[in-house]
C-alpha cells in the first residue's frame, strides 16, 4: 500500500490528453513538492516535473504539472505511442521523514 | 553526462549480508546528495535512504531502519549500501539516485540503470 494513490492503469489513443492523479495528505503533497517520474521498467526512471509543474530541460511542453491541497496530476497531451510508460508522483514526507512514491500508472497508448 | 553505474547485485540467501556500490561520474559529485531506490518485481518504486553531501545528513525508509547503512566517499566518487540481515522482501532491482541539490530533501534528476539483488535460499 503506497503513500501516495495513484490509479493503475490509464489510456488513451494518439492525439488525446489524458490525466495521471496522484492523492497524498497533510504530511506530503500538502506541504511539499510533487514530482513525476517516467519509467520504463529495466531502465533509468526520468525526471519528467518537478516542484508541481515545473519541467527540465528536454522534456516537452506535452507534460504539465499541478498540485492543488493534499493532489497532484499530471497531464500528457498529443498523446503519442512513445509515451506508453509507467508514472509516478513523489513527495518528501514530513512525518516519515523520507520520500514517497506513489503505485504506478501504467499508460497505454491504444 | 551524469553517469551513474550501480554493482554488487547478486543473488543472496536470507539473513546474510550485501554491499551494493555506485560509481558517479558527469559532475562534481560532493556537491549533491546522493539516494537509492528499488523496485521489487512487478511492483513500484520504493524508495530506501538519503545521504546528503558531507554525510551530515542520512535518512532511510521504516522498511530498511535498522538493517541497512548508507555511506558514500567523496574522494572516490562513489555511493554504498551496506544490507544485513536481508529478506525475501528486499529482492529489487537497486537504483542509485542524484539529488537535485546537497540536500535529501529535494527531488532526484539522474538514475542509474540498476543492480539487481535477489534474495532467497
Known amino acids: 500500500q503506497s503513500v501516495l494513490t495513484q490509479p ?22 500538502g506541504s511539499n513538492y510533487v514530482y513525476w517520474y517516467q519509467h520504463l521498467p529495466g531502465t533509468a526512471p526520468k525526471l519528467l516535473i518537478y516542484r508541481n509543474n515545473q519541467r527540465p530541460s528536454g522534456v516537452p511542453d506535452r507534460f504539465s504539472g499541478s498540485k492543488s491541497g493534499t493532489s497532484a496530476s499530471l497531464a500528457i497531451s498529443g498523446l503519442r505511442s512513445e509515451d506508453e510508460a509507467d508514472y509516478y508522483c513523489a513527495a518528501w514526507d514530513d512525518s516519515l521523514s523520507g520520500w514517497v512514491f506513489g503505485g504506478g500508472t501504467k499508460l497505454t497508448v491504444l | 553526462e551524469v553517469q551513474l553505474v550501480e ?3 547478486t543473488l543472496v540467501q536470507p539473513g546474510r549480508s550485501l554491499r551494493l556500490s555506485c560509481a558517479a561520474s558527469g ?8 539516494h537509492w531506490v ?3 518485481p512487478g511492483k513500484g518504486l520504493e524508495w530506501v535512504s538519503g545521504i546528503s553531501r558531507s554525510s551530515g545528513d542520512i535518512v532511510y525508509a521504516d522498511s530498511v531502519k535498522g538493517r541497512f547503512t548508507i555511506s558514500r566517499d567523496n574522494a572516490k566518487n562513489s555511493l554504498f549500501l551496506q544490507m544485513n540481515s536481508l529478506r525475501a ?4 532491482l537497486y537504483y542509485c539516485a542524484k539529488g537535485y541539490t546537497s540536500s535529501c530533501t529535494e527531488e532526484f534528476d539522474h538514475w542509474g540503470q540498476g543492480t539487481l539483488v535477489t534474495v532467497s535460499s
Do not use: K, L
Open chain 2, 89 to 92: 522482501e528486499d529482492t529489487a
Open chain 1, 8 to 29: 493503475p492503469s490509464a489510456s488513451g489513443t494518439p492525439g488525446q490528453r489524458v490525466t495521471i492523479s496522484c492523492s497524498g495528505s497533510s504530511s506530503n503533497i
Open chain 2, 38 to 40: 528499488r523496485q521489487a
Open chain 2, 27 to 34: 559532475f562534481t559529485f560532493d556537491d549533491y546528495a546522493m
Open chain 2, 7 to 9: 554493482s554488487g547485485g
